[in-house]
């Protein structure tokens, strides 16, 4: 018999869901009552994020390490990979899953084809290479069926009989809480590593963080040398009455210029995400150990520890700021001229990864500041 206080998060984009006919909204229903029809038991899944209880469950389920059964159940569409809400909710869950032994508790419906899927690893969406090396439910042929055919009475049937499975398997068997003890096949090849070896192996990621903010801000540097003349050639162009054909040539050299610009965005951006993406597992067990840690050595270690965090912060933070005025901007620009839309569409793209990847370094300071003041 599975647990009672079994639960889900239903994380969608709203609008694929009137997209499709309200169907996204009729399937979590005939996931849950078929749950429960197998199990008699409850499932409760939480469906809308602006309601106040995805909020208030949100929380305490993600500050209280998820150790009842919580799923998260990400409808993966375009629409979502382009949600920056979608994007920092799926990342935070599985960072914390992760670095619990609970990966399994991450569930993603493949919904629509998603071209970048099929790079796998070569991505440059660090969501999508994720996704390539998880075990996802495809819906792609499956959300076409008629609700009431049994081929899709039988996918819905599999879909909460692997929530069963999953549920029962965990409340059997409930796994060990990983520690900085077992870390050693993530962060190094010692056996048995102490905090101060996981603090020291975290650190060793803070010089590729700075790298690609310090390539990030010679990009922006650089995007402003491009914008500012190209705004003042069209200025002269208007000047000399040559009128949208000249804006057009103007814009098509700016293009040009602006792709390669866009390429290296592209890689800084991916190098930045998937450091942190990688590393927050176990850095949320590096936070748990921290919090609990009493030893005064590894008292120590920690504020050297949160001294290198805050300074790294500081610094991407400085980088954020313009970062988010730009994503505006240039989501504003690509209707200028079809020539634009292909460097703005990789820079947009790349902004919107470092954002992402940021929040979850903005959580990551809040928990550390919190435990810096306890080790005051």
């Given at each position: 018999?599975?647990?009672s206080e ?9 609008r ?5 006919g309200?169907r996204l ?17 409850d499932l409760?899944?939480f ?7 995805w909020?208030?469950?949100?929380r ?7 150790q ?9 569409t ?11 909710e799926l990342?935070a ?29 070569n ?9 390539s090396r998880t ?26 009989s692997?929530l069963?499975d ?7 068997n409930?796994?060990?809480l990983?520690?900085?003890?077992n ?8 056996d048995?590593l ?18 690609s903010?310090a390539g990030?801000?010679?990009c ?5 040398a ?7 050639r069209v ?34 951006s991916?190098?930045?995400a ?16 921290l919090?609990?840690s ?5 008292s ?27 994503v ?12 634009l ?23 990551w ?8 003041k306890?080790?005051?």
């Amino acid at each position: 018999m599975t647990t009672s206080e079994t639960a889900g998060f239903w994380s969608y984009a709203h609008r694929d869901n009137e997209a499709d006919g309200g169907r996204l909204l009729r399937l979590v229903h005939r996931v849950r009552e078929e749950f429960e029809l197998l199990t008699g038991n409850d499932l409760t899944i939480f469906v809308d994020r602006t309601d106040i209880a995805w909020g208030d469950e949100w929380r305490k389920r993600i500050n209280e390490a998820l150790q009842s059964t919580t799923f998260f159940i990400a409808v993966i569409t375009p629409r979502y990979l382009r949600s920056p809400e979608c994007r920092r909710e799926l990342l935070a869950f599985v960072g914390k899953a992760e670095s619990l032994g609970l990966r399994e508790l991450f569930l993603p419906i493949v919904y629509t084809p998603i071209r970048q899927l099929d790079e796998g690893e070569n991505s440059q969406d660090e969501i999508v290479t994720m996704l390539s090396r998880t075990q996802y439910v495809d819906w792609r042929k499956l959300r076409l069926l008629d609700e009431q055919s049994a081929e899709y009475r039988g996918a819905v049937n599999a879909l909460a009989s692997r929530l069963v499975d999953i549920a029962e398997r965990l409340e059997e068997n409930p796994p060990e809480l990983p520690s900085y003890e077992n870390l050693s096949d993530t962060l190094a090849d010692e056996d048995e590593l102490g905090l101060v070896d996981i603090l020291a192996n975290a650190e060793q990621a803070f010089p590729v963080w700075g790298e690609s903010i310090a390539g990030l801000a010679e990009c922006l540097h650089e995007l402003e040398a491009l914008a500012t003349p190209m705004q003042e050639r069209v200025n002269e162009s208007d000047a000399k009455g040559k009128g949208f054909a000249g804006r057009l040539l103007v814009l098509r050299d700016f293009a040009e210029k602006l792709d390669p610009l866009a390429d290296r965005m592209t890689s800084i951006s991916h190098q930045y995400a998937t450091q942190i993406v990688e590393i927050d597992p176990a850095m949320q067990i590096i936070l748990r150990e921290l919090a609990e840690s009493t030893e005064e050595a590894n008292s120590e270690q920690a504020l050297e520890f949160i001294a290198g965090m805050e300074e790294l912060t500081r610094g991407a933070e400085a980088a954020m700021g313009p970062l988010r005025e730009l994503v505006t901007t240039l989501n504003q620009a690509k209707g200028l001229s079809r020539d634009l839309r292909k460097p703005l569409r990789k820079l947009s793209d790349a902004l919107r990864s470092l954002l992402d990847s940021h929040a979850v370094m903005e959580d990551w300071t809040t928990r550390i500041r919190a435990t810096q003041k306890s080790l005051d």
